[in-house]
């Protein structure tokens, strides 16, 4: 069950991670889950979450919105974040559960 809600209005630039929350604990097993849209549609952009590890784990997608969760897959501290992976800004929008 989340245990935080929060929205996204926010415009990502072009070929960065963008950290959207401040570190938070999480345990294996865990859930996050994204429910956005964004502009332009074709981009490409990953929603995920930096794990303890340092490492960016996450769900791409490319058709303009994601309606999915993503597991933990270890114990610690967490950060959401999004990769905008093409060469220009997007505009994401939606809720983010965790």
């Given at each position: 069950?989340?245990?935080?809600?929060?929205?996204?209005?926010?415009?990502?630039?072009?070929?960065?991670?963008?950290?959207?929350?401040?570190?938070?604990?999480?345990?294996?097993?865990?859930?996050?889950?994204?429910?956005?849209?964004?502009?332009?549609?074709?981009?490409?952009?990953?929603f995920?979450?930096?794990?303890?590890?340092?490492?960016?784990?996450?769900l791409?997608?490319?058709?303009?919105?994601?309606?999915?969760s993503?597991?933990?897959?270890?114990?610690?501290?967490?950060?959401?974040?999004?990769?905008?992976?093409?060469?220009?800004?997007?505009?994401?929008?939606?809720?983010?559960?965790y």
């Amino acid at each position: 069950m989340p245990r935080v809600a929060g929205n996204l209005n926010n415009s990502f630039p072009a070929k960065l991670i963008s950290p959207i929350t401040q570190p938070f604990s999480a345990a294996k097993g865990d859930t996050i889950k994204y429910d956005c849209t964004y502009t332009p549609k074709s981009a490409s952009v990953d929603f995920g979450f930096i794990a303890p590890d340092g490492l960016f784990y996450s769900l791409n997608s490319t058709s303009g919105s994601i309606n999915k969760s993503i597991e933990v897959s270890q114990t610690g501290q967490f950060t959401l974040a999004i990769r905008n992976n093409e060469s220009y800004a997007v505009t994401v929008t939606g809720t983010v559960k965790y």
